[in-house]
């Protein structure tokens, strides 16, 4: 059991601390000393969060009704909305968005594999966890800038074509090229968290089930496809989930060291794209429509998905 | 949990196999980065020569340009700082309401336990535009509080929901019995609570070191000027500008790297537990 003890508490049930145990009507002061108190402690954390996100997320949702560079500006009601969802841009990068989308079954694949053979418990295991794990320490801008010099024009990758004898490719020139090696870098950078999620998820599983199954004489296939992937079901819906909010949202400091965006507009994502709207081209209110349209769709695919992937239980 | 491991007829032979395996994959993961630490060390012209092999001698000579052109040890202080500085805070503020909401209970709590969970859900591309106006409009671009504010503010709603439930654990009866003897909010907290959830707080306060210390996005639009910069974008600018001088790259990555990897070498245990906290696996 790796999942740690605050996993499975919820809120404290029964006669609670907070309530007092017997006779309430006589405790009453006390309780609303509690409560006092329980307020008075949450309030710093709450100013803070009230002010630096529940109010700017409104003013996004201001600012994007605004046609603004952020000195002047002037309420243009829906236009930018209209103007996003009728750019052939804007199309062309969601499009662009959903290729990246091909790293996340070879992350699942990488993660599930090597968080079974971890399971094997075999001889230094543990060592190999953290290993892969490494990656997912290092920011975005480290593995992006190791990949770009890894691909670029005379980079080792090219200098490894030469020696076989093949022409070198200038990997960041071409579109596709660019986004392979940036999906490289993603499957790369992410496949060690996945194998955490999936090992803790395996962990969890009863030792019985092997049991049973062995007595059955059951071979490592069905044992794979009847114990070990329906028991951590919970586990791949929650990676599948989080890599997927993850292209959409968090590609910036990957595509920022790496491609900047281009050649052209090839290898922009949606997130990207925020950036380049609202402090390169200063259309702040642009940037911010866009950045909640996105929030839209992955809140529509977060749902999605969950409702797929937990409510598939009878296959 | 061995078991699985008892169930192997041929446990030799294929524990052998996944070993190797184990092996391959540990390769892939480790040689770029064994490769970024040796072109670092090695000149520029050894580099030209033969990208791959071990260099003729090292060199730190990429290290001190670092350094001294491109004041990589100011960035260093800058982001200890901020990063420093808004852990310490965020910390505070997170045990705090996390011990109320999970101990106190007082109307309202509820709405406020699930406006943080639903706030956490938020990407940072919503808010980075207007967060960069308000700062702005208090004359914040371009000072590091302005950007420990940002720091402050997203580490909140994540720590105040892990230690919720890390503070949720800790037994109501050792509480109890403390109230008894006379024990009010803060000796509850600094005695019982805190001591009780200190694995809880090392593995939050690990997770949250690590994302200040590789975000990009507000870091580099909050402090724009080059000698203010933080590690992670002084890092992506110079990587941005030399792409002819790989050694100098590399060790600026090793230079952005090295406390990270440390950092998960000493406190692996607490990532491995605290990782898939959230996920629903229990």
């Not at chain 1, 028991?231 to 791949?236: E, N």
């Not at chain 1, 400091?253 to 965006?261: D, E, H, L």
């Not at chain 1, 380049?276 to 702040?284: E, I, P, V």
Request: with cysteine; hydrophobic share 50%; aromatic share 14%.
């Amino acid at each position: 059991m790796t999942s740690p003890a605050v996993v499975e508490v919820g809120p404290s049930r029964g006669p609670t601390f907070a309530g007092g145990r017997k006779s309430r009507s006589s405790r009453g002061s006390l309780t609303r000393q509690k409560q006092r108190i329980g307020f008075f402690a949450t309030l710093p954390a709450f100013i803070v969060v009230a002010s630096l996100l529940f109010y700017p997320i409104g003013y996004a949702i201001w600012i994007s009704f605004l046609k603004t560079d952020g000195v002047t500006s002037k309420f243009i009601g829906f236009k930018n909305y209209v103007d996003i969802f009728a750019a052939p841009l804007v199309h062309q990068v969601f499009l662009t968005n959903l290729k990246f989308l091909v790293a996340i079954p070879v992350v699942i694949f990488a993660g599930l594999f090597t968080a079974v053979l971890l399971y094997q418990e075999v001889w230094g295991w543990r060592f190999f966890r953290i290993v892969f794990f490494l990656p997912s320490v290092l920011s975005a801008s480290v593995i992006g800038l190791m990949f770009r010099s890894a691909f670029t024009l005379n980079g080792p990758i090219n200098s490894a074509l030469i020696s076989l004898g093949l022409t070198p490719i200038n990997f960041f020139a071409r579109a596709n090229m660019a986004i392979l090696v940036v999906v490289l870098a993603l499957i790369w950078a992410g496949f060690g968290y996945a194998m955490m999620i999936l090992l803790s998820g395996l962990m969890a599983i009863d030792s019985d089930l092997f049991a049973a199954a062995e007595v059955d004489g059951a071979g490592w296939w069905q044992r794979f496809w009847y114990i070990i992937i329906p028991s951590i079901r919970q586990q791949l819906a929650f990676v599948s989930i989080i890599n997927t909010l993850y292209t959409f949202t968090s590609l910036f400091g990957f595509i920022f060291v790496m491609t900047a965006g281009g050649p052209l507009y090839s290898t922009t994502t949606l997130d990207y794209l925020v950036y380049q709207k609202a402090f390169s081209a200063y259309d702040m209110g642009q940037g911010s429509a866009l950045a909640i349209i996105i929030f839209g769709v992955i809140a529509t695919l977060t749902v999605a998905q969950s409702k797929y992937l937990r409510n598939d239980d009878g296959r | 949990m061995t078991t699985v491991a008892k169930m192997r007829k041929f446990k030799w032979r294929t524990n052998t196999i996944v070993l190797l395996a184990l092996l391959s994959v540990a390769i892939t993961t480790l040689y770029p980065l064994f490769y970024v630490v040796m072109t670092s060390s090695r000149t520029l012209e050894d580099y030209n020569k033969n990208a791959y092999g071990l260099p003729k001698f090292f060199t730190l000579d990429s290290y001190r340009i670092l350094i001294n052109n491109y004041s990589l040890d100011t960035a260093a202080r800058n982001t200890i700082i901020v990063v420093g500085l808004s852990l310490a805070t965020s910390l505070i503020f997170s045990s705090l309401a996390g011990f109320a909401l999970a101990k106190y209970d007082f109307p309202g709590s509820k709405a406020i336990n699930w406006s943080f969970i639903a706030v956490m859900l938020l990407p940072s591309q919503i808010l980075i535009i207007p967060i960069y106006l308000l700062l702005s409009k208090f004359s914040l671009v371009g000072h590091l509080p302005g950007l420990m504010f940002v720091y402050i503010g997203t580490n909140i709603p994540f720590g105040v929901f892990f230690l919720k439930a890390t503070f949720s654990a800790v037994p109501d009866t050792i509480l109890d019995a403390a109230r008894i003897d006379g024990a009010g909010f803060f000796t509850s907290f600094f005695k019982i609570a805190v001591p009780n959830a200190a694995a809880g707080i090392t593995t939050l306060a690990v997770l949250q070191f690590l994302g200040m210390w590789n975000e990009l996005l507000y870091a580099y639009l909050i402090l724009p000027d080059q000698e203010m910069r933080l590690l992670t974008p002084a890092l992506a600018s110079i990587g941005g500008r030399y792409t002819t001088n790989q050694p100098l790259v590399a060790a600026a990555l090793c230079i952005t790297a090295t406390p990270t990897l440390i950092l998960l070498a000493m406190s692996s245990k607490y990532l491995v537990r605290g990782v898939p906290t959230g996920t629903g696996s229990s």
